[in-house]
Every structure is written in C-alpha cells, then in structure tokens.
C-alpha cells in the first residue's frame, strides 16, 4: 500500500456512492453475505448450471437449507457457509479426527424428501468417490446424520478460473497450455471410471497459487455404464451451462467424453480471449448459436499464441462430435506437440548462405572480416545519430501551464487485447492503460479493466478528483465487476480523506457482499481502508475476517467456495 496516500483532505464523494442511484447486484443489505458467479461481462441467467425437464407445469425454485454453522455432522464440524446453489449449500468444515479442513456439501432439506433428488445426491457421491486423482477435488466420504445428506470432500484454497481471469491479464500460452493438460488429465481419469463430467466451465475449475490446477463437482456426472441413468434421466432433460454446453447436450442427446471435450474447448476459447465464443441475452439464444454458428476465429484475437494451440481449441469445439479428438487421451497428445512460442517458418541453415563453403578456415575469415565492418559501421552510425540535427516535426509535445514536458510514446497496438497486454507489461505507466482506455475501436471489457487499474494508479497525493472521477463512471457503469470496484476505490478515497463510517458504508452496502469482484490492483487499498475503519470505529465494527480474506487473494488463496454447490 503506498505510504503516500495518507490524511490529504478532499472533497466528501458523492451521494451515489452510498445512496439508491445504482443498485448493486443482489445488495441485501449491511452484513449480510451473497454468493454470486462471477465474469466479466457475460449474464448471470447464462452462467447457471441448469436442469431441466419436458415437464414446465413444475415452477422452478431455488431450495434453501438452515443454517448449519456451529453444528457437527459425524465427524465434521461446520464453521462457515461458502456458497449455496440449487441443490446444496457448502460449507467449510472441520474434521475433527484429522484435524484437516474440509468442504461439506449438504443437501437442502426440501429435497430431502424426493427421493429422485436423494438418489441423484447418491449418484454423485458414488461417482466422485471413485475418483482419486491430483488434478480432481477428492471425496473424502459421504453420510447421512440424522437425515442430513451431505458429502465431505477436499477444501480447496485458491480461485476458480473465471475468478482469475475477471482478475488478471489473459494468460500467456505456457499457463493456457498448463491448464489445458491438467484439465485433460482430470477427464482422462473420469473417462477410465466411465463418468462424464456434464458441466465443464471456468467456475469448476480450480487454480490455486502454486497454479495446480483441479476439476470440481462432478455433480453432474453421469456414469456412462450404469443402468441407473435410465431411471435417473427423463426424456428431455438438459444438465449443464449455456455458456459451454455442447450441441449433442443441447439437444438432449447421449454424451461421452467428446461433450466434455467441447466444454473444455468452450473454456479454453473463454481463457485464450477473456470471453466465451457465444453471446446471447437467453439461454436459449446461446444453445441456438451452440447448434449453428462457428465461433470468431482465435488467431485473429491472439496473433501472439501458436497456431496449432487456436487450430486444436476451434477442432475441440467441432459441431460434429466425429470431427473432435477422440477422447482425453487422443486430446493430451495433441497438447504435448504444441510449442509456447509461435512457430516460425524455417529456412536454410544460416551456414549454408557463407560463401567459400568448401574451405572452414577462408570461412572464418570471412567471418571475422564481416563482423569487424559491422562493429565499424554501427559506431559510425550511432555518433551520427547523436550529432544529427533535431526534427521539429518530431520534437515531443510540450505541456502548457508550466508543467514538466511530457514524453512518452506508446505504440498503437493492432487490438485492443494487444494494447491491454502492453499496458500490463508496462504496469505503472498511466499513459499505457490510458492508451487502452481511449482504444478504436472501444472494447468495453479492456477499457473499464484499464480504468480500474489508472484509478488505482491515481490514488496519491493531488490526483484524487481523478480517481475518484474514475471510480464514478466505473460505479455507474451498469455492469455488476465494474460498480463494485467503482465502489471500492471510492471507498478507498473516504478513508483516506478521514470519513471512516462512510467508508464503511459502502463496504457493507456495496462491496463486501462482491468482493470476488475486486480487481487485484485495488485490494492493497481496500484491505488498508477496512484496517483504518476498524481503528476508527472500534466496537461498532469487525473487519477482520474480511481483512483475513482479501489479505489471501494476493495469493490467490481462499477465494473460492471450494466445490460448486449446484
């Protein structure tokens, strides 16, 4: 945190920093604590896994379990609430005999009584148990105390992968290639159990700080061999995520690893160029365009990466299962024959153009002669280049106002996803995000990233009405990941401006419900903003768990609600 920004005075942010003018997604009011999937620019009612069925006379409700913290479940003692969603809520846990953390997945008491859902509870125990792999979130067991179904299984400390990537610059091909394999390995090991994980995306996929990367929830898993499909699955029935599904899955036909291979694809694509391939305002619009539309063509969003890594995504999502590799295994072996870096053409051997090929000694003469004249000729060439005589059409802007000149160019990039990597290779440079910022033509998730980042660059003495105008047009950008960092940095200039409870404030109201959402670039501030409150406020607050927690996200650690609880 820069020790620079401390106790300069400013004006008191605006009302719509704490007041009803933009809602945050889902506010429920001071303390208390929401789930919801995070992205960077893609609808929540797209990102839900789904389940549904030919029978629409059923209205579809989201069941809810009561609380279970402080209670203990065999030999699990529950100490938190991570996350909820359809089916279960998980919770953090200890197993007491072990003295290991542990996440509980508990099954709503609603369904408790369906004895098809209770059985697809089962199911899922059944078919994750049997996994035990490095790269899959092991089972440790599964019980039913006193009528509580739940299963115990591996806490994971880190982030999924749509966190990271709402989070950090697009990953480079070493790291995508990284992910790819470890990802594949996971398949591989549930295909060899007959399972088909039926719901690959970036939230059940688990990156932790040493970057190990494990697949999560295999809640949909469907064991290929068993006649207890038959009995389990409906005709018409649909399970997974609109944003990933495979075609063969949209239209509710038979699955194999092949459908988990198009999801894995769908992420990939999603991972290479911070978005999935397919965009639509329903889920069904999505699923249409999952039957029929190419997705854009990588190469052209990451002329950096090799070909062969876009050409094996693009064969990955083939419409025609036929078309894809066969299986993980086939799919790993395609991986491994990819470079990190671009491949080149190559030509003759360098060698082979020096003349006199015949006799090795006239050769490094001839050798030593040509790379005398070069040293030669470029000591010529760089004392004329700084005696030359001055441009004046290429002479640096200078500033009015009696300000310090201003050099600095920044080269114009071929996309805006370009321009964005430059500006994080250049980190600290204002001109380079605010290159990105004023991009042609505008995309608006580099731009309100690159926005993010400035303010926080912003945040020092005599820049503060430039902050906090930065964090006022990210509040009021009607996007959820933006407004709650808009809030956040505007959090952080009432502290440092000395206004503790309105700081406050808008971390109960508007912030601490998202912190998912919160870019790393303003977490140092936040995390110093919630210390001053609590020095301040005393008793009348208690920060410090979420001040444990976001002191974790620089790791990358404790992020995640572990398994996904649908």
């Known amino acids: 945190m820069p020790s620079d920004k401390r106790r300069k005075k400013i004006g008191p942010v605006s009302a719509g920093a704490t007041g009803e003018s933009s809602p945050p997604p889902s506010s429920q009011g001071k303390g208390v604590r929401t789930q919801q999937a995070t992205g960077i620019d893609d609808a929540d009612t797209t990102q839900e896994t789904i389940s549904q069925t030919s029978d629409s006379s059923k209205p579809s409700k ?60 089962e199911r899922e125990a059944k078919a994750a148990a049997g996994l035990t792999h490095p790269n899959i979130v092991q089972v440790y067991m599964t019980g039913d105390f006193q009528g509580t179904h739940y299963i115990a299984q591996e806490y994971v400390r880190g982030i999924n992968l749509r966190e990271h990537l709402a989070r950090n ?56 061999q068993s006649d207890e499909r038959v009995e389990l699955t409906q005709v018409g029935t649909t399970m997974g995520t609109p944003l990933y599904m495979s075609p063969e899955q949209v239209n509710g036909k038979p699955l194999d690893q092949r459908s988990d291979i198009y999801s894995l694809g769908v992420t990939c694509y999603h991972l290479i160029s911070g978005r999935p391939p397919f965009h639509g305002e329903t ?14 063509p990588l190469s052209k969003r990451r002329p950096d990466l090799p070909v062969e890594l876009c050409d094996l995504v693009h064969r990955m999502m083939e419409k025609d299962p036929e078309k894809r590799p066969a299986n993980a295994a086939e799919l790993m072996q395609a991986i491994k024959k990819i470079p990190e870096q671009p491949s080149l053409k190559q ?24 790379l005398a004249s070069l040293c030669l000729g470029s000591v010529a060439a760089a004392i004329g280049w700084v005696n030359r005589p001055g441009d004046p059409l290429n002479a640096p802007f200078q500033e009015q106002a009696g300000k310090a ?161 649908d």
Not at 64 to 73: E, T
Not at 358 to 364: A, E, V
């Open 62 to 121: 989201k069941a809810k379990s009561a609380s279970l913290i402080g209670v203990q479940l065999d030999d699990f003692k529950i100490l938190r609430k991570l996350g909820q969603g359809g089916m279960a809520t998980v919770y953090l846990a200890e197993q007491v005999s072990l003295k290991r953390e542990a996440a509980i997945k508990v099954m709503h008491n609603e369904l408790m009584s369906d004895e098809t859902h209770v059985r697809r509870f």
């Open 169 to 224: 610059a697009p990953p480079d091909c070493a790291l995508i290639l990284r992910i790819m394999r470890q990802v594949t390995a996971a398949l591989n090991a549930a295909a060899e159990k007959g399972i088909v994980h039926r719901d690959i995306k970036p939230e059940n996929i688990m990156i932790t700080s040493r970057k190990l990367i494990k697949v999560a929830d295999f809640g949909l898993a469907q064991i290929a």
């Open 283 to 296: 889920a069904l619009s999505i699923a249409v365009k999952h039957l029929n539309e190419p997705a854009p």
């Open 347 to 370: 030509g003759r051997s360098w060698m082979s153009l020096i003349p006199f090929q015949g006799n090795r000694s006239f050769q490094k003469q001839f050798l030593a002669f040509v």
């Open 405 to 565: 000149a201003v050099e600095s160019i920044i080269p114009h990039e071929k996309t805006a996803f370009a321009q964005f990597l430059l500006a994080t290779r250049l980190k600290d440079k204002e001109e380079a995000w605010q290159s990105v910022i004023d991009y042609e033509p505008v995309s608006e998730v580099y731009k309100r990233r690159a926005q993010i980042r400035l303010g926080g660059l912003l945040i020092k003495p005599d820049r503060y009405d430039e902050a906090k105008a930065i964090f006022q047009e990210l509040k009021d950008s009607g996007q959820a990941q933006y407004e709650v960092n808009g809030y956040a940095g505007l959090m952080a200039l009432e502290s440092i401006n000395g206004n503790a409870r309105e700081a406050q404030d808008i971390w109960d109201i508007r912030v601490g419900d998202h912190m998912n959402y919160l870019d790393a670039g303003l977490i140092d501030y936040v995390v110093t903003a919630l210390e001053e409150n609590q020095k301040t406020l005393g008793d009348k607050v208690d920060n410090r768990e979420d001040i444990r927690r976001l002191s974790n996200f620089t790791d990358e650690e404790d992020r995640s609600p572990g398994p996904s609880p």
